[in-house]
């Protein structure tokens, strides 16, 4: 329908827009790394981190994982089956920097045992500049091609188009700053279980934090599936909750590790 409005109106219109625009603050969330020349100034001791990363990447790998445990992983094989399914790409893998199996190399390895005779690899992350996608990556892919010279590696790395990146990030303010929920409040329901007011009941959906507190917090019940009831919760001091007929008290910050999706009922 076309717009009606006088070209005084519309002026009026912007000028609106631009105004609440200059209220609204935004969050660009970006990976953060050491400067290279602290780096170099502190090489023992940024060896001996790598060395304890190393360690615990080689025992994550083995880690049993789920989407509750591991959204990022989860959300990584999405994207594969996006690519496969869109792009018409059978040959999609997907491989891990660090902390998580395969890596980036092992991926390689299986497009090409798979009959691949030209792989492209594609970051995940697109900011310039992190020694993942400048060095770690890159390293990654030039192993690969010199263990097999006889298919096309290549890595479709940075630059990137920066107009496309602002674009991107504008289009999820644009979608927010018209009052669209955030994404929590589309989950069904899915919250932490600090957030339970009395009364209500939630199914556990998930735990995180580490090993042995995700082991505790399982050994009393907590465990996907089971129904939790809010007993108590004020704004300090620690939250009762009612699992498998034993209460418990828990701490705000040890809740806020448990998701929960919420269902309504009475006392």
Do not use: C
Request: proline residues 8%.
């Amino acid at each position: 329908m076309p717009s009606h409005n006088t070209p005084r109106e519309e002026r009026r219109t912007k000028v609106d827009e631009e105004r609440d625009r200059g209220k609204v603050g935004i969050v660009l969330a970006a990976h953060g790394a050491p400067p290279q020349d602290w780096i170099e100034q502190n090489r023992e001791r940024w060896e001996k981190l790598q060395e304890l990363k190393r360690r615990i990447t080689a025992e994550l790998k083995s880690w049993p994982r789920t989407p509750q445990s591991d959204p990022l992983t989860s959300e990584a094989e999405k994207l594969v089956i996006g690519v496969r399914r869109r792009g018409g790409y059978q040959i999609t893998e997907v491989g891990y920097d660090e902390f998580a199996h395969p890596t980036v190399e092992e991926a390689i390895e299986r497009a090409i045992a798979q009959g691949a005779e030209r792989v492209i690899v594609v970051p995940t992350m697109f900011t310039p500049g992190g020694p993942e996608i400048e060095v770690d990556v890159p390293d990654a892919v030039a192993t690969a091609q010199k263990r097999h010279p006889e298919v096309e590696i290549v890595y479709a790395g940075p630059p990137f188009d920066y107009d496309q990146q602002v674009e991107l990030i504008l289009g999820k303010v644009r979608e927010y700053d018209k009052g669209a929920p955030p994404p929590t409040a589309k989950q069904e329901g899915m919250i932490h279980l600090s957030m339970l007011k009395p009364g209500e009941v939630g199914i556990v959906h998930g735990l995180t934090g580490g090993r042995r507190f995700v082991g505790r917090l399982a050994a009393l019940g907590f465990t996907p599936g089971t129904e939790v009831r809010m007993i108590q919760n004020f704004s300090h001091g620690p939250l009762i909750v009612s699992i498998r007929n034993t209460r418990i008290a828990l701490g705000r910050r040890e809740a806020s590790r448990v998701r929960v999706a919420r269902r309504s009922t009475g006392l």
